[in-house]
T-cell receptor, first 112, second 112 residues
Framework: DGGITQSPKYLFRKEGQNVTLSCEQNLNHDAMYWYRQDPGQGLRLIYYSQIVNDFQKGDIAEGYSVSREKKESFPLTVTSAQKNPTAFYLC???????????FGAGSRLTVL | EDQVTQSPEALRLQEGESSSLNCSYTVSGLRGLFWYRQDPGKGPEFLFTLYSAGEEKEKERLKATLTKKESFLHITAPKPEDSATYLCAVHPPQTSGSRLTFGEGTQLTVNP
């Protein structure tokens, strides 16, 4: 079945460490997105990419980095510069010409 | 600034007790309003897209409607399996890359 796979499901990090969250899709979608979800807040856009080798900052990009070397993959690195990284991270994708986002199951990052 | 406000924050219903969730927005020239369902610890699942005032969409016990300033998600005779957080999102007219603005969600609990 086509879909979006995020890994790991749960991740624990010590302060000062960088961590990378994986997002892989087999939907042949062109655009991919990373959102952050905190309790009581709406989804906030971190980064998005509309084509391979190109990406744009979203509303809360500080402390995060991404790459888009393959159409299927859009990994997110949470760097030590992110002051409050504990959150639920959601990856999504969209096919060209459609506005509907398909989401992965999410990755929960906890900083110890 | 484009804003999306959902109410109530939480709603508790008895099985069979119909009700409505509200999503109000301040976007002018809307390019689409989206409803998603999110179960705990999972990614959002797409329900409906509405594009113009007066439009209605239905799926099982759910019906979404749209006016110029708000959308309603009507739940008729809900069942416990309808318990979830319902998210509303809008696609503003001037944004690129389908950057959606999400509301904070309504957490629905349906008791048997």
């Amino acid at each position: 079945d086509g879909g979006i796979t995020q890994s790991p499901k749960y991740l624990f990090r010590k302060e000062g460490q960088n961590v990378t969250l994986s997002c892989e899709q087999n939907l042949n979608h062109d655009a991919m997105y990373w959102y952050r979800q905190d309790p009581g807040q709406g989804l906030r856009l971190i980064y998005y990419s509309q084509i391979v080798n190109d990406f744009q900052k979203g509303d809360i990009a500080e402390g995060y980095s991404v790459s888009r070397e393959k159409k299927e993959s859009f990994p997110l690195t949470v760097t030590s510069a992110q002051k409050n990284p504990t959150a639920f991270y959601l990856c999504a994708s969209r096919t060209t010409g459609a506005n509907v986002l398909t989401f992965g199951a999410g990755s929960r990052l906890t900083v110890l | 600034e484009d804003q999306v406000t959902q109410s109530p924050e939480a709603l508790r219903l008895q099985e069979g007790e119909s009700s409505s969730l509200n999503c109000s927005y301040t976007v002018s020239g809307l390019r689409g309003l989206f409803w998603y369902r999110q179960d705990p610890g999972k990614g959002p699942e797409f329900l409906f897209t509405l594009y113009s005032a007066g439009e209605e969409k239905e799926k099982e016990r759910l019906k979404a409607t749209l006016t110029k300033k708000e959308s309603f998600l009507h739940i008729t005779a809900p069942k416990p399996e309808d318990s979830a957080t319902y998210l509303c999102a809008v696609h503003p007219p001037q944004t690129s890359g389908s950057r959606l603005t999400f509301g904070e969600g309504t957490q629905l609990t349906v008791n048997p």
